[in-house]
């Protein structure tokens, strides 16, 4: 005889129910295509809130789990729209699937109790894209996305820029060339090229990319191969796939074999030998979360005897012989007190979060970026609201969205101001189109001016000493800057008006404003690129400024180069070649190159003071501290010297300068046998070239 519980469990789901599932499938299935694509609008936590929240459900009414749940699904499918934009859809040698997930110590040992095994491997799991590769005797044929596990979109082109991906491997002693072989890896974006490429986006007045996974995906699935190559993505195996004429007999050996064959194999991961071992791993890496090169969200434990791996099998979307930990979210809750709007120095009207502070991953946290009006609206908070912010590491603080179910009524909505907050000019988008909206008064409104005198002091520019963001605020309220062009004229006279700059009676300069003057003087013989990056024309940072100064040598030459000569230049292109040709159409920008011509900044880089370019067509790598070098000096006097100061290692680099607290790029080089110099060995290389 049944019982009462039991005739309820096998009932069918009432009509509620059913659409309380259709409503939780429709957001995972809309949500997981996002996340694909690398354009996720929810955070990982949220997804998986949604996720177990379906698997709940069906574990209750079992009817419907039916075959198409998200919950029996791997990854996204793959549309073709009519007009073929997408890539070619390819269908995978054998299935990849999904990981299933654990949140805490006590499911991550039920697993383990549940899973025994000779021995385990315990991976980070990479915050990145998942990609597919095929060799065909050593010759990579094909390079895929995830997809849905079974069809993924063709990324050969692309992923042939990627360093880690050899275009052909060759066999090594012991180790023949299988016929096939499928490895499967993870994409990602270091977290130090991460930084570099979201500083440059945020200079260019773009948007930045929420983390390295969105970056990765976003590069990844670019149609223009050349951009592709400028992200510098980085690849690590993590799997493999059909394979035809070789049979590893574990996954710690197939890894061996992979990094033998010049695959980038993961220096984190540790083969152990019981439950014991796998839970101190987890342990020690949710306190050194941060320590690898890579953004990381959990630990992937792997049986790893494939033998055993086969006799475990998998559900329709993960193996049973895999399971990701993941560590909690770096989120906190706090109080949004106001919605503010700055302007930066292209004229661009930025909203932000004014929050009560809160300390979270390793720093205390009062201020995130919203972007723009639109984003406000899309995360639908509202000035007193509580809200859920997250900062991983060093990645900009995000407002996640509110805790609605807090709110009390007091709470108010955001109005974007339609007149800068800084000159009352009517802000307006610079195109139609354009979720960002600028102030057009670009010359005299004090936000931007200020924030260009505070740019062309930072150690990007002239590095001028005692001219910060206080010094430069006071300078233009009390008008003694009307504009930029005005601060190489400045006399003793000039900052007796300031308040910053002179002692408590006034009538005579501080210790500051001594060496005020004393800087700005030392600071008319700086180069060329950086008299570049001072003009604050857009799209136009070191990177870019050092080639334009590299190609033309002089203002004037530069100048005089037309739009298309400009976007010739390898590594400018379009869209910045027309910025520096439409920013010396305009009078006023005209102006201040010359009045800082005629009070002797020097407008053109001497050749017979520049350094031998010893390292032209060379690249090198500096990781870890040198006592006679900063990071940027030594970038530098790279540079300088006509060499690539590269951030990340890969075969193409030269030579690898390795200091004090060297981290994974050493082991990198080491595995790729490269060429490692101490400080005394880089200190010769720039002198003669080699060593």
Not at 218 to 239: D, F, P
Not at 565 to 570: K, M, N, P, Q, Y
Request: glycine letters at 8%.
């Amino acid at each position: 005889m049944t019982s009462s519980s039991e005739t309820q469990q096998q009932a069918p789901a009432p009509s509620e129910i059913r659409q309380q599932w259709q409503d939780l499938a429709d957001q995972i299935r809309e949500n997981s295509s996002l996340y694909y694509t690398g354009q996720p609008v929810i955070s990982d936590a949220e997804y998986d809130k949604l996720f177990r929240a379906l698997q709940d459900l069906e574990q209750q009414w079992p009817d419907l789990a039916v075959p198409d749940s998200p919950t029996q699904q791997v990854g996204a499918s793959v549309e073709t729209p009519a007009d073929g934009e997408v890539f070619e859809p390819v269908e995978h040698l054998q299935r990849l699937y999904s990981l299933d997930n654990v949140f805490d110590e006590a499911e991550l040992r039920d697993w383990l109790t549940r899973t025994p095994a000779s021995a385990y491997l315990t991976e980070l799991k990479i915050d990145g894209l998942s990609i597919d590769l095929v060799y065909e005797s050593g010759r990579l044929v094909r390079a895929a996305t995830r997809g849905d596990g079974r069809v993924g979109e063709n990324v050969t082109a692309n992923a042939r820029t990627i360093a880690d991906i050899p275009h052909e491997i060759t066999a090594t002693e012991g180790l023949d060339i299988p016929d096939v072989l499928e490895v499967r890896g993870e994409v990602y974006i270091s977290l130090e090229e991460f930084e570099r490429i979201n500083a440059d986006r945020v200079e260019a007045g773009q948007k930045p990319f929420a983390n390295p996974r969105n970056a990765a995906a976003g590069s990844l699935r670019q149609k223009n191969v050349e951009e592709v190559a400028k992200r510098r993505l980085s690849m690590i195996c993590h799997g493999i796939g059909h394979i035809e004429g070789w049979r590893p007999q574990s996954q710690h050996a197939a890894y061996e074999a992979l990094a033998a064959w010049g695959f980038h194999v993961s220096p984190y991961t540790k083969q152990v030998h019981s439950a014991e071992e796998v839970v101190k791993q987890m342990l020690y890496w949710g306190e050194h979360r941060h320590d690898a090169e890579h953004e990381m969200d959990g630990l992937v434990v792997k049986v790893d005897d494939l033998a055993e791996q086969r006799a475990l099998g998998a559900t329709s979307r993960a193996p049973r012989w895999a399971i990701a930990y993941k560590y909690p979210p770096e989120e906190v809750t706090t109080d949004l007190l106001d919605i503010r709007v700055s302007i930066g120095r292209t004229g661009r009207a930025t909203p932000y979060a004014v929050m009560k502070p809160v300390f979270v991953a390793g720093s205390t946290v009062e201020m995130a970026t919203l972007h723009n009006p639109s984003e406000v609206r899309r995360k639908g908070v509202l000035i007193g609201d509580r809200v859920t912010i997250r900062k991983a590491g060093e990645v900009i603080p995000e407002v996640l969205g509110p805790v609605a179910d807090v709110r009390d009524g007091s709470e108010r909505e955001f109005i974007y101001p339609t007149l800068c907050p800084e000159c009352g000019t009517r802000l307006a988008p610079s195109k139609e189109g354009d979720a960002d909206w600028r102030c057009p008064n670009t010359r005299y409104c004090p936000g931007q001016l200020r924030r260009r005198v505070e740019f062309l002091a930072s150690r990007s520019g002239f590095d001028i000493e005692n001219l910060g963001e206080r010094g430069a605020a006071d300078l233009i309220h009390r008008g003694v800057l009307d504009d930029e062009s005005l601060l190489f004229d400045l006399t003793e006279e000039d900052l007796l008006e300031s308040e910053v700059y002179t002692t408590a009676s006034r009538k005579s300069l501080s210790a500051n404003g001594k060496k005020l003057l004393a800087n700005i003087e030392a600071a008319k013989d700086k180069e060329l690129w950086r008299v570049l990056v001072s003009l604050s024309i857009r799209h136009v940072g070191p990177t870019v400024a050092r080639t334009l100064a590299q190609k033309f040598g002089s203002m004037d030459a530069l100048r005089s180069a037309t739009r298309e000569e400009i976007s010739a230049i390898d590594g400018v292109g379009e869209i910045i070649g027309n910025s520096v040709a439409d920013w010396f159409q305009v009078d006023w920008h005209r102006e201040v190159v010359e009045r800082w011509t005629k009070a002797g900044v020097r407008m053109a880089d001497e050749v017979t003071n520049r350094p031998e370019q010893v390292l032209e067509g060379m690249t090198v790598v500096v990781t870890g501290s040198l006592e006679g070098f900063t990071r940027d000096s030594a970038k530098e006097a790279i540079i300088s010297r006509g060499g690539k100061a590269a951030s990340s290692v890969s075969k193409k680099t030269d030579y690898v300068v390795v200091g004090e607290n060297a981290g994974s790029k050493a082991t990198k080089a080491e595995e790729l046998g490269l060429t490692i110099l101490d400080e005394e060995g880089f200190i010769r290389l720039l002198d003669l070239g080699r060593v």
